[in-house]
Every structure is written in C-alpha cells, then in structure tokens.
C-alpha cells in the first residue's frame, strides 16, 4: 500500500510518500510545495495544482494529513485552516480515503513519544526509512504523517483480520 502524508503550510506544504509491505516501510519520495501568487486565492490554487501532480505522479492508495493546531494569531490559524482545506481536498477529489491526526499522535506513533522535538522526529523517519533524502523539514513531518498513518492501517486490519477470524 501507498500512503501520502501531508504536512500543510500555505506558504510551505511538506508532502511525502511510502509504501507498506507488512510492516516493513520504504520511501518512495518527498518534497515541499511553495506556494505561488500575491494573494491567498492564487496560493491557494498553486496548492491545489501541485498536489494534484504529486498525486497524479505518486499514485497512493491513501492519503493523511496532519491537524492544526489553534495558535493565538487568529488569522494566521484561519489561513492555515484553508491550506488544510487544500490538503483534505486534493487526495479526497481523487478517491482517496484520507485520515486526519494530530500532532501529538503523530510524534508518539514515530518517536514512541507525543511531546517530541522536531529533530527527534526528523531522525526517527531516517531511522524508519533508511537512505532518505529529505527535501526540509515539513516534508520530513509529512513522512512522518505517511509513517502514522500507515501504522494505523496495519493496526485496523489486523483487528479486522482477527475479529473474522472470532466470526
């Protein structure tokens, strides 16, 4: 399975992509999309033109995207929220199921704890992905998005496999 992680930022929106055998991970590619234009609709849209390609070229079965956290800047965190609207949209517009978590699920699903630094998260995902060459940090949190996210589906399906199974 291909899973996408997205790590959205209106200026600067980390993507990065794996695939999951069983549960070995391996890295398939990554990058940071920046944003394009004077104004939030022309950003907006150059959001949404590169994603699409990154999903186009890619091909994932599925798709996660990283919560936002409130901020006392008010408007700041309203147009964070519309980059996460890009975000949510784009692999959703593609059939894609996509599945939203936290910052904290997703240090603690990485770094085995939800409180973590930024560079612990960074050196986990070149832990977990060997070789990786990261295009900056938000494409290595978008991995990590990738990482949790992928794990959440094993989990699921190995619950599904074992509630058939008691069936």
Not at 96 to 116: Q, R
Request: hydrophobic fraction near 50%.
């Amino acid at each position: 399975m291909r899973v996408l992680g997205i790590d959205p930022g209106l200026r600067n929106l980390g993507w990065g992509v794996i695939e999951a055998k069983g549960s070995r991970l391996s890295h398939v590619a990554n990058g940071i999309i920046h944003s394009e234009g004077r104004d939030l609709a022309e950003r907006l849209k150059s959001l949404h033109e590169a994603l699409t390609e990154v999903i186009l070229r890619h091909v994932p079965d599925a798709a996660a995207v990283e919560q936002t956290f409130v901020n006392k800047d008010a408007v700041a965190t309203l147009k964070l929220g519309q980059a996460r609207g890009i975000a949510l949209l784009v692999p959703a517009q593609a059939g894609l199921a996509v599945g939203e978590y936290a910052p904290n699920a997703v240090k603690k699903a990485v770094v085995g704890v939800g409180h973590a630094a930024k560079g612990q998260v960074e050196h986990m995902v070149r832990f977990q992905l060997p070789g990786v060459e990261l295009a900056g940090p938000d494409a290595a949190d978008a991995l990590a998005v990738a990482i949790c996210h992928a794990h959440h589906l094993q989990s699921a399906g190995r619950l599904a496999a074992a509630l058939k199974g008691a069936a």
